[in-house]
Nanobody
């Protein structure tokens, strides 16, 4: 049974940095795509960034130049380095992985204070 476990969320001041990690367990196969989505209170869940198995990346316009996604295929782990954080980045961040079907993590809270 595949499980995604996120870590690294927390409270940070505007302009600060956080690094999120998402480790996948229960599978020895590499995921096709891994990524991060976020959901602010009262809003829909939106894409933040994705990375393919080969390393191609895709970012939401709101985070381009500030966030960097990366993955370690050997560890089935995806990371999100978040710099220059803004209060509008406050949300629950969810890890997503695709391999025959979509898997979601439980989410980790990121709060950016002004």
């Amino acid at each position: 049974q595949v499980q995604l476990v996120e870590s690294g969320g927390g409270l940070v001041q505007a302009g600060g940095s956080l690094r999120l990690s998402c480790a996948a367990s229960g599978s020895t196969f590499r995921f096709d795509s891994m990524g991060w989505y976020r959901q602010a209170p009262g809003k829909q869940r939106d894409l933040v960034a994705t990375v393919s198995r080969g390393g191609s990346t895709n970012y939401a316009d709101a985070v381009k130049g500030r966030f960097t996604i990366s993955r370690d295929n050997a560890k089935n782990t995806v990371y999100l380095q978040m710099n220059s954080l803004k209060p509008e980045d406050t949300a629950v961040y969810y890890c997503r992985a695709l391999m025959h079907r979509v898997y979601w993590g439980q989410g980790t809270q990121v709060t950016v204070s002004s």
